[in-house]
């Protein structure tokens, strides 16, 4: 077993029973728990209480954890391989998967993270739950009803694929891995988001990790399910004139803006056509480039405009 730090005054409960009566666990101050791959554990349906000076550790392997029987505290993980690290907070179950190249530590905060300017093809970031994570690993970070997802990705461009991880660097949040390598899966009350898979994040580079939107995907117009006969009009717009567009769609019809870099400015909704022409106000609007993302019943497109 690697060497354990110091730190502690080390009394270890290494488990090496093939199964362990049910009981609810305390992890005191100065005691490590390490829990081996493969052993048959339960803590009765009870959450596991580490306080600040304790540590709860598992073999790399394990897949110890479940939303009865989880630690409310600091994981760790020793060696190499793919592990489910069991974190929770406050009630929540909410681990950690990762594929890891050495030690790796997680824990999870049922709160708000951090304040932080978003970075280059960020639009927008959680502002429910974050996690703090040390190693190099391709990560799975999961969320539930109570992570709002539906709220981050409805009020940012509607587009479940949009969802990735993001982590806090110096005050910013960027994306941990290249814009459009995340995988997601589930839906909007349940469901997860990976990280690049060929390429282990340097989970250190970041104090903190949360869920944000990839705006390239946002913008991406490579959708299945696109509007036909949508077209701008008197495009580029000169500074005395609005947006207007024609279209068939005659309600329901709904547009969000972003500037060149991906950010969301405006969000026009249920917008009325006369005639077959749509009008929208360009006020306080800049010189520049800008996307307009069109929603309608399920379906989208997004126009480029240039506004003079």
């Known amino acids: 077993m690697k060497k354990l730090d110091s730190f502690f005054s080390i009394l270890i409960l290494f488990l090496s029973i093939q199964l362990i009566s049910a009981q609810e666990l305390y992890v005191g101050d100065n005691i490590e728990f390490y829990l081996k791959k493969d052993l048959a ?15 709860f550790s598992l073999e790399a392997g394990n897949t110890w954890g479940s939303a009865l029987e989880f630690v409310n505290g600091d994981v760790f993980a020793y060696g190499n391989g793919l592990t489910k690290l069991p974190t929770g907070n406050n009630g929540i179950y909410a ?40 190693g190099n690993a391709i990560i799975t970070l999961p969320w539930n009803a109570n992570s709002n997802i539906t709220n981050l990705v409805n009020n940012n461009g509607g587009v479940l694929n949009a969802v990735t991880i993001v982590g806090l660097n110096s005050g910013e949040w960027n994306l941990v891995s290249a814009t459009q390598t ?30 944000g939107i990839d705006n390239q995907i946002v913008l991406s117009t490579d959708d299945p399910f696109s509007i036909t006969g949508i077209n701008i009009l008197s495009n580029p ?47 306080t609007l800049k010189s520049g480039v800008y996307f307009l993302k069109f929603q309608h019943e399920g379906k989208q497109v997004v126009k480029k405009i240039i506004i003079e």
């Open 237 to 283: 717009i000169k500074p005395t004139d609005n947006i207007r567009f024609s279209t068939a769609i005659v309600k329901n019809l709904n547009v969000t803006m972003f500037d060149i870099t991906g950010k969301r400015l405006k969000y026009y909704s249920d917008i009325a056509t006369i005639n077959g022409i749509g009008t929208m106000s360009r006020k």
């Open 41 to 55: 554990f339960t803590t009765s349906n009870t959450a596991v209480t580490v306080t600040s000076l304790g540590k």
């Open 182 to 211: 995340n995988t997601v899966t589930g839906g909007l009350l349940n469901g997860s988001v990976t990280s690049d898979a060929s390429t282990e994040v340097v989970l250190n580079d970041f104090g903190q990790f949360t869920f």
């Open 95 to 134: 681990p950690v998967i990762a594929d890891h190249t050495g030690d790796i530590f997680a824990s999870y905060i049922n709160g708000p993270p951090t304040s932080g300017t978003n970075g280059t093809s960020v639009n927008a970031v959680s502002d429910v739950e974050y996690w703090q994570l040390t």
